[in-house]
């Protein structure tokens, strides 16, 4: 039911599960539930017990008077040079750095779906050792393990600890953080799209492969058909994540507002803050409709 | 009719095919490709980041940083999560527009919650992270807003939804015996809602995880600052053992949180 809440990341659901007794689960989950309470007491106490923390100052005046003054330099209070946003060509400037920052997310984006397509099938357990497998040899479930484990390599890590590596390898420019954002995504859209097809119906599957289509036929017109709709709409989803990350990968990678955001606030230049929050704010105002146009047209 | 609704779909289908590869073309085209993709010391830095990828370092005081760390970043991601709830869960109520009977109090509720969680979530936190940083200065609090902050707009926004979705006959059945508004949300409608509240607030906290550990970047500490002091120094093998640090660690958190929702899943028939 709960299955696309949410930006681009379904509530995985417990699929095929073996039963189990009553009283354990709900020993399971009670037991959860203390150790979410007991960590959540000791990760307060490890956040205000921290060294630096400077509780005097978080709640008090003069914290209050500091986000004040912020605030005001945000608005142009705090400086007498003119703020950005009544200077056409910030506008102009900043609005061509949405539009380079849009062009990074639908090109990370789509290699994310690029690589997650190539290989999702080899992911799904059902496909690779169980009732739809073409072939039953190791060398076909070998490849199994490996996706599942370049899926999970490739998400356990953050875009911007990707983009901090890859500014290593790649020339200086906007690659870096697309195939940054590409890695994770591609892991990410590459694990649902395997559990999409571990998820089908199967019974369609069958009933062509009565009618004498072999194994490769069944994946290829029974599997591919029925998981490339609901892979286009997590895409859709992940698109939504995506513009919201490319900011974010372009503090350390160049590209976009992410890298002006990243000078504007080492500088100081608040006014100009206000203006690339403005346009990024746009962006995902416009990524979330269109996204939402598209999927209706999908479906 | 079926046939033309399939026509449709079809026809639907291939002008969302056609507008996806282009716009993909186009963006490629916006991406500077620059002189040559990798730079002169790039692959040799690929083989020196795979090469270390299989010895990291395993020291042990660089293992006891990585714990420590591991913990540091398990703290705000979880003290995160508590303020996300402290959002999410009232606004949620609010936006889902269910405890009230009047119909313009319950549209101005719906409206003016959503628009808050709206605002909170489409800002990343690491954006957040730096404005907090700037506003009340580098302390833990303000990565445990940043967090809190864009996780409360994704979980008020889910728990309105869910709230909202909840089957009507048994609220039916539950006002007919004369129960307020407030009664039937409070012993219908969350109880009903809550198995997959909770499924979603879990899978919320693998993610959570993950963004605590790039919070580092913006001074606080954690995992993510280990990888960064890591290449920093262009120490591959010692960022491996970092990175290791934070599968293992979303690899638990994984593990545990779908063990609970598979429970609450069965819970829920």
Not at chain 1, 155 to 174: D, N, S
Not at chain 2, 110 to 115: D, E, V
Not at chain 2, 147 to 154: D, K, R, V
Not at chain 2, 159 to 180: F, M, N
Request: proline fraction near 4%; charged fraction near 15%; glycine fraction near 10%.
């Amino acid at each position: 039911m709960a299955a696309q809440y949410g930006r681009g990341e379904p509530v995985a659901r417990g699929g095929a599960t073996a039963p189990i007794a009553p009283a354990r689960r709900i020993g399971f989950l009670a037991a959860s539930a203390v150790i979410a309470f007991v960590m959540a007491l000791a990760a307060w106490a490890t956040i205000i017990g921290d060294d630096n923390f400077p509780s005097r100052n978080v709640f008090s005046l003069d914290s209050v008077a500091r986000a004040a003054d912020f605030a005001g330099g945000m608005v142009g209070a705090e400086s007498s040079a003119s703020p950005a946003f009544y200077n056409p060509d910030e506008w102009a400037e900043k609005a061509r750095l949405a539009g380079e920052t849009l062009a990074m997310s639908v090109a990370a984006a789509g290699l994310a779906a690029l690589g997650a397509l190539a290989l999702f099938m080899f992911g799904a357990r059902n496909v690779m050792m169980g009732s739809l497998a073409p072939y039953r040899s190791p060398f076909w479930t070998a490849p199994f393990f490996l996706v599942r484990g370049l899926f999970t390599v490739s998400r356990a890590v953050p875009e911007l600890v990707w983009a901090m590596i890859l500014v290593f390898v790649f020339t200086q420019g906007t690659l870096p953080g697309v195939i940054a954002l590409a890695i994770h995504n591609g892991g990410i859209l590459g694990k649902l799209g395997s559990e999409i097809v571990e998820g089908l119906d199967t019974r369609p599957m069958r009933a062509l492969r009565s009618t004498g289509a072999g194994r490769m036929q069944v994946l290829l017109y029974g599997v591919l058909p029925e998981a490339l709709p609901k892979f286009i709409t997590y895409l859709f989803y992940r698109w939504e994540v995506i513009i919201r990350t490319t900011i974010v990968v372009g503090f350390v990678a160049a590209g976009g507002l992410g890298t002006e955001f990243r000078l504007a606030m080492s500088h100081f230049k608040f006014t100009e803050v206000t203006l690339i929050l403005f346009w990024y704010l746009v962006l995902v105002l416009f990524v979330d409709i269109v996204s939402g146009q598209l999927r209706r047209l999908g479906n | 009719m079926n046939e033309r609704a399939t026509a449709d779909s079809l026809g639907g289908r291939g002008a969302l095919t056609a507008i996806l590869l282009i716009a993909f073309a186009i963006s490629l085209t916006g991406v500077g490709w620059g002189d040559g993709l990798i730079n002169a010391g790039g692959v040799r830095a690929v083989g020196q980041i795979l090469a270390a990828a299989i010895q990291p370092q395993l020291d042990l005081d660089v293992l006891s940083i990585g714990a420590r760390s591991t913990w540091t970043t398990l703290a705000y991601a979880w003290a995160g999560m508590t303020v996300a709830l402290a959002i999410g869960l009232p606004l949620g109520i609010i936006g889902s527009g269910t405890v009230v009977r009047s119909p313009w109090t319950r549209r101005w509720n719906i409206s003016s919650a959503r628009f808050a969680l709206a605002v909170f979530r489409s800002i990343h936190e690491l954006v957040w992270a730096w404005l907090f940083v700037a506003a009340l200065g580098l302390s833990p609090m303000a990565g445990v807003l940043a967090l809190g902050l864009p996780y409360g707009g994704i979980l008020g926004r889910i728990y309105a939804e869910l709230l909202q979705d909840v089957p009507e006959a048994p609220l039916r059945a539950l006002r007919s015996t004369g129960a307020s508004e407030w009664r039937v949300f409070w012993f219908g409608r969350l109880p009903m809602a809550l198995p997959d509240m909770l499924s979603y607030t879990f899978y919320r906290l693998e993610c959570g995880i993950r963004s605590a550990a790039i919070l580092s970047f913006v001074g606080l500490g954690g995992l993510g600052h280990n990888i960064q002091i890591s290449l920093q120094d262009i120490d591959y093998s010692r960022m491996w053992t970092f990175i290791y640090f934070l599968i293992a660690l979303v690899l638990v958190v994984d593990l545990w949180s779908s063990l609970v929702r598979r429970r609450v899943a069965i819970e829920q028939g």
